[in-house]
């Protein structure tokens, strides 16, 4: 009976390590060379109008030769001549139509914005009744001594958060005709006129874009401060004069004995655009609380689009796959038509007698009132997130589409919120010192996706302006991108690819104005940039398996509008800051109510676990949340945090703070805290708070290091550690474990690293090159493995164990060999081309930058230049050989003996040649291709021939040659004649070198 059942188990244990090998066997194959759906994507703009049959397949046929396998489509106004193709017309679907075709067969992707401009959804269909709305006010001051008749001004709208500069005659008009009035109140004038601070963002009258700096990530808890009495309304002396009021305006009513205030309240468009959209495009933004009005809307637009290109089939390879929701640049809005009764059924009572809230008034007192506006913004989430997020994903599924949404910037709700409705949650980051700081979208998206469950997390990246000019390529942006890989961003979406409508003679072409890092055909290093598409897919291609490993879960504060910031302790550097030794997620209120406990983990519905949860150093909380909280840690969970001193909402209130107190009281105990932190056991959990909590320099969680103190004394150990500048992250499964590493130095490093993981040996994945080879030298010691690590430069790698892996470490490894064999300094041929202002053949007896050449055509030269040697090899090829560049500016495809041996875009800057040198002559060969702006620089000291007040210059209409002796041509100005030169060409030293 033992000997069978040994048998069995050994028999399950050879089926189980062949399972392994099986899923380790097809994960290393499709590593090699992903899928489509693991390509990177582009921004593919359309610039109002400018847009041709022709133009449009190339630019498609460019992007599947480049190695790109997805685009968001959106068409705008941006510093471009308008075209000849107006948007939405029978001719604008019909190209639609035919760039949706190319793309189903080509197998790229689609993702369609749901509106004109990048913005929302909206357009001149919008009517003033089915758009954004404010509920606005005017006020009289009447006496009862006074025997005139009463006239209640109309509501003016609030200004515009971006100004008027962008409505068009028609448009204006529009905006200031909508008017619907909603209720009319009168009270007695109160002894002082103190103003809520802030309320123009407290009631939603605005919120600005949080990554210009000029907003916080969250507003203050309501206050527990009564304030003046004197400041304030009484409810109890609040008249409704709603239909005493005229269609004129005059108001038949008689004040009581004393002076009154009486207001007006009415609804207006909020002043939100459709921006930048094509001019046909521009127009209100729809209603983002009211289905009807979403509708309308969607039909109009996409209603169009879908009779055009015909039914999308759900598992098509290409073509239109998914709906998106860009940033939320529409700004805020407090009212719809059925607001109040929205706001009654949810919130248990009627809003009326607070509407001079909104006006920045005091009613009841100050505490009361701040308790209103925070229950104001909550039922305008809800209803966001209802009758707008939720409604454009059940109408894209019925579409056989996902939706993907970017939900940050002047977004009005909580950011993790909204970002959860979504299918694929998106972020945006900028190329670093060329524009904004959006990093904080990256960790909300990674957070949202991990929490959900969502494989696939794309960003808008390496957006930039201005000062960018062409200067970002693969090798510059090589350590921002791992660096995102390494945040949980696993799908590249560049912004940004501008259709080129221009001849492919006039080059670098159209541009969005002076936005993108410029993700083009006309790019100098595109024939070259698939080499750099396919290290970013591999890297997407195993950064999408399995989920990420987290184990500290910080929790948001309720209410909105609301950004997810971790603390900064929480994170090694600037900027693009990295994950400390454990790693963390954000979650929001709502997410946290379908949580449960397994294993004293914090476990979700998607399988995403958290081994703490830090609650926000916060004052209130309403008691459900309260009560989820309890739940959780009764059923096993650690909970780091203090606990609140009340309910932010008026919701049932004063009842409600006697609940959060009694809940307190359950939780954390009767009792003032103490001093420093005390963990009390709650059930099968523990809550752990402290006054010192609160002495933090991270003002809403509690330091990281306090976090990682009680990790470690739960006997978990830190996930990934080493000696040396690395970042990483890191991804799971029942059968391997996969980390991505990178070294985040411009120079080599030697390191120490340490991972969290005894799944099987280890191997080194290269995703530059897709191949994979055994680490043989590592010791395991309770659960962790260790070893020895080379980096170069900004060097990337995956390190994968799997529990098919069972070779045994080396611990005598032996010796590497480096050695240099040659050094190729004979002179070099080169070939610039003429085209380009370049001479045909030069000979450089040295190898120098081109910008330090007295020939002016090389000094300026943008583009490809093939340096030519032949050269004596006289080494074995016993060990391998390699061919070293030495430094290279951009990038450069070599090609040995007529053989191509590959594309060079980042370090270590050297290719295998073993298998295409041969003892005696070689013939070398090498495209070195260098960047735009030293010839746009040139052409600066020749006449202007380009746009000039939004007109094309009229050689280009006609069709005639240039005068002005210019190379290149585009729309954008991003330099002058006197603006430094880059470094450009082959510096060397070229070495052949052993290993």
């Not at 689609?110 to 606005?136: A, C, D, F």
């Not at 780091?640 to 909402?649: E, F």
Request: charged share 20%; glycine share 8%; aromatic share 12%.
């Amino acid at each position: 009976m033992k000997f069978k059942l040994l048998f069995v188990v050994l028999l399950f244990i050879c089926c189980i390590n062949t399972i392994s090998k099986a899923q380790l066997k097809k994960l290393k194959s499709d590593f090699e060379k992903p899928a489509n759906i693991y390509k990177p994507g582009v921004y593919w703009y359309f610039m109002d109008g400018n847009m041709t049959a022709e133009t449009i397949t190339k630019d498609l046929e460019s992007m599947k030769k480049a190695g790109i396998g997805n685009l968001i489509f959106l068409e705008v106004n941006v510093g471009v001549p308008r075209g000849k193709v107006d948007f939405l017309s029978d001719e604008w679907t019909t190209l639609f139509a035919h760039a949706e075709k190319e793309a189903r067969r080509l197998g790229i992707e689609i993702t369609l914005g749901i509106g004109p401009g990048w913005t929302g959804s909206g357009g001149p269909w919008v009517k003033g009744n089915q758009s954004m709305q404010h509920l606005v006010s005017s006020q009289v001051i009447v006496s009862s001594k006074d025997r005139k008749i009463i006239t209640l001004p109309v509501p003016p709208p609030k200004a515009p958060f971006f100004g008027e500069g962008g409505f068009t005659p028609e448009f204006k008009k529009e905006w200031q005709n909508y008017y619907e009035d909603v209720a009319v109140l009168a009270f007695p004038m109160i002894k002082t006129d103190e103003k809520i601070k802030d309320i123009d963002e407290k009631a939603l009258y605005q919120r600005a874009p949080f990554s210009s700096g000029t907003v916080k990530a969250n507003l203050a808890p309501p206050s527990g401060i009564n304030g003046n009495p004197q400041s304030a309304i009484a409810k109890n002396q609040i008249i409704d004069l709603t239909g005493k009021m005229l269609p004129n305006g005059t108001l038949n009513w008689t004040p009581p004995t004393g002076t009154w205030k009486i207001m007006r309240f009415g609804s207006r468009n909020n002043g939100a655009i459709t921006r930048p959209a094509p001019f046909p495009g521009i127009g209100f933004e729809s209603n983002k609380m009211d289905t009807t009005a979403l509708n309308a809307h969607l039909d109009f637009y996409l209603g169009k689009i879908f009779s055009k290109i015909g039914k999308i089939e759900k598992n098509q390879p290409g073509g239109l796959k998914r709906l998106h929701m860009d940033s939320w640049e529409m700004g805020a809005q407090n009212w719809t038509p059925n607001f109040r009764k929205e706001f009654t059924k949810r919130r248990g009572y009627d809003p009326l007698k607070y509407y001079p809230v909104y006006a920045g008034n005091v009613v009841g007192n100050l505490k009361e009132s701040e308790r209103f506006l925070w229950d104001l913004r909550q039922t305008a989430q809800e209803l966001v997130l209802e009758n707008h997020a939720n409604h454009v994903k059940e109408y894209a599924k019925k579409h056989n589409l996902t939706l993907s949404i970017e939900p940050y910037d002047m977004n009005p709700t909580s950011d993790l919120e909204l970002g959860s409705v979504a299918d694929v949650p998106m972020a945006e980051f900028w190329s670093k010192g060329f524009g904004f700081n959006s990093t904080y979208s990256v960790i909300e998206a990674t957070s949202i996706a991990h929490v959900m469950g969502r494989s696939l997390v794309p960003a808008e990246a390496f957006t930039a302006q201005d000062n960018e000019g062409w200067k970002q390529h693969p090798t510059s942006m090589k350590n921002q991108g791992d660096w995102a890989f390494a945040s949980g961003i696993n799908r590249f979406v560049y912004h940004t690819f501008q259709n080129q409508f221009l001849p492919d003679s006039l080059k670098p072409g159209a541009t969005m104005g002076p936005y993108g890092v410029h993700w083009d055909r006309s790019q100098t290093w595109w024939p070259m940039v698939d080499s750099y598409h396919e290290y970013v897919t591999r890297c997407q291609y195993l950064l999408q398996q399995g989920r990420t490993v987290a184990d500290i879960l910080y929790l948001t504060p309720e209410g909105s509008p609301n950004v997810f910031e971790p603390p900064l302790s929480a994170i090694v550097g600037d900027t693009i800051g990295d994950r400390k030794s454990y790693n963390f997620d954000g979650c929001a209120p709502g997410q946290l109510m379908k949580a449960s406990v397994k294993n004293n983990k914090i476990v979700f519905p998607s399988g995403a676990s958290y081994e703490i949860l830090v609650l926000p150093i916060y004052e209130t909380m309403t008691p459900d949340l309260l009560e989820k909280i309890g739940s959780l840690i009764n059923q096993g969970a650690t909970v780091l945090g203090n606990p609140p001193l009340r309910s932010p909402s008026l919701t049932n209130y004063p009842q409600c703070d006697v609940m959060v107190k009694n809940l307190v009281a359950q939780i954390w105990g009767k009792g003032l805290l103490a001093d420093q932190l005390v963990p009390r056991k709650y059930g099968k959990g523990q809550i752990i708070s402290g006054k010192s909590i609160d002495n933090q320099k991270d003002k809403l969680y509690p330091n990281y290091e306090i976090t990682a103190k009680i990790l470690k004394s739960k006997g978990i150990q830190e996930d990934f550690t080493t000696d040396a500048k690395i970042r990483y992250t890191h991804r799971t499964s029942d059968d391997w474990d996969i980390y991505f590493i990178s070294n985040t130095t411009k120079n080599p490093i030697k390191a120490n690293v340490h991972f969290r993981s005894s799944k099987g040996s280890p191997e080194l994945w290269n995703a530059i090159n897709g191949t994979t080879k055994r680490i043989t030298q590592f010791k395991v010691e309770k659960g962790v493995t260790s070893l020895p690590m080379e980096l170069d430069a900004y060097e990337s790698a995956f390190i994968v164990f799997d529990k098919g892996n069972n070779w045994q470490s080396n611990n005598n490894p032996t010796a590497q060999i480096n050695q240099d064999l040659q050094t190729l300094n004979a002179p070099w041929k080169i070939n610039f081309d003429e085209k380009w202002g370049g001479p045909k053949e030069v000979v450089f007896n040295n190898l120098l930058d081109w910008t330090k050449s007295d020939v002016e055509g090389i000094k300026y030269y943008s583009g490809l230049a093939t340096y030519k040697q032949d050269f004596e090899f006289k080494g074995k090829n016993k060990n391998a050989i390699y061919l070293n560049l030495g430094e290279v500016k951009n990038m450069a495809r070599v090609k040995l003996n007529g053989k191509e041996v590959g594309v060079l875009w980042t370090a270590p800057w050297q290719l295998n040649i073993s298998d295409f040198v041969k003892t005696g002559k070689n013939e070398l060969e090498i495209e070195v291709v260098n960047l735009w702006p030293n010839r746009l620089i040139g052409d600066e000291k020749k006449p202007y021939d380009g746009v000039v007040n939004g007109q094309w210059p009229e050689w280009l209409l006609k069709n005639q040659p240039r005068t002005s002796g210019r190379f290149t041509f585009t729309t954008t100005q991003q330099y002058n004649a006197n603006s430094p030169l880059l470094p450009s060409g082959l510096i060397g030293p070229v070495k052949i070198v052993q290993k």
